[in-house]
C-alpha cells in the first residue's frame, strides 16, 4: 500500500518565518506534487517534481520554493511567511509512466497558521 | 483549462439511505479519481477510475468518457461516510497535475 506521509499535522508560525514541509514517499514514485487547499478555492497545485533535482511551478508558486534532493523526499519552503499563507497543504506522489495518467496519492495533510 | 464541476454542492442524507453524486469535465481526460476528504481533512483515495464501473464494498463509480461525465454511489449510507467528495481529473496537461472540482459536502444523520 502507498504510503505519503507529511512531517506534521499541525503547525505554526510567525510572519517573516522560513518554514519547511517535508513529504516522504515511500512506493519509489517518480512525481511528487505540493498543493494547497482553501475554502472556496478547491485544491490548487503550487510545484511538481517528476525526478530527482527537477521542479516545475504550478498554478500558484508565488512565495514558495521546493527542493527534492532525494527520489523519497519533497520540501516544500516558504522563504518568508506571511499570514496569507495560513492553509492546508497536501502532498502526493505517483508513478512516472506517461505521468499524467496514474492515479496519485495523498499525505494527511498539514494545517499551517501563520501569526 | 479544463471544467469541473461536482453536483450536488451539498447533500444531507438520513442513515441508511443511498445517493449519487455527479461529476462533469468539460474536455476528454485520461486521469479520473473520486477522492473522500474526511473531517479530519485527510483525503482518501476511493477510485482510480478514467472510464467503466468499479465497485468496493458500499461503493461504486461509473465513468462515461465520451459524455465527459462520472457518478459515484453510496449504498446504505453510514455516519462515517459524512465529509467532502472530490471528483479530480487529468487531461494530459503538461504539469501531470490534478485538477478538482469543489466537491459535495455529505452529512448522513443517525
Known amino acids: 500500500d502507498v504510503k505519503v506521509t507529511q512531517s506534521s499535522r499541525y503547525l505554526v508560525k510567525r510572519t517573516g518565518e522560513k518554514v519547511f514541509l517535508e513529504c516522504v514517499q515511500d512506493m519509489d514514485h517518480e512525481n511528487m506534487f505540493w498543493y494547497r487547499q482553501d475554502p472556496g478555492l478547491g485544491l490548487r497545485l503550487i510545484y511538481f517534481?517528476?525526478?530527482?533535482?527537477?521542479?516545475e511551478k504550478g498554478d500558484i508558486p508565488e512565495g514558495y520554493s521546493v527542493s527534492r534532493e532525494k527520489k523519497e523526499r519533497f520540501s516544500l519552503i516558504l522563504e518568508s511567511a506571511s499570514t496569507n499563507q495560513t492553509s492546508m497543504y497536501l502532498c502526493?506522489?505517483?508513478?512516472?509512466?506517461?505521468?499524467?495518467?496514474?492515479?496519485?496519492?495523498f499525505g494527511d495533510g498539514t494545517r499551517l497558521s501563520i501569526l | 483549462g479544463i471544467q469541473v464541476e461536482q453536483s450536488p454542492p451539498d447533500l444531507i442524507l438520513q442513515e441508511g439511505a443511498n445517493s449519487t453524486l455527479r461529476c462533469n469535465f468539460s474536455d476528454s481526460v485520461n486521469n479520473l479519481q473520486w477522492f473522500h476528504q474526511n473531517p479530519w481533512g485527510q483525503l482518501i483515495n476511493l477510485f482510480y477510475?478514467?472510464?467503466g464501473t468499479k465497485q468496493n464494498g458500499r461503493l461504486s463509480a461509473t465513468t462515461v468518457a465520451t459524455e465527459r461525465y462520472s457518478l459515484l454511489y453510496i449504498s446504505s449510507s453510514q455516519t462515517t461516510d459524512s465529509g467532502v467528495y472530490f471528483c479530480a481529473v487529468n487531461h494530459g496537461g503538461s504539469q501531470g497535475n490534478l485538477i478538482f472540482g469543489k466537491g459535495t459536502k455529505l452529512s448522513v444523520k443517525p
Open positions: 517534481s517528476y525526478d530527482v533535482k527537477m521542479k
Open positions: 477510475i478514467p472510464s
Open positions: 502526493a506522489s505517483s508513478p512516472w509512466r506517461s505521468y499524467s495518467n496514474q492515479p496519485q496519492h
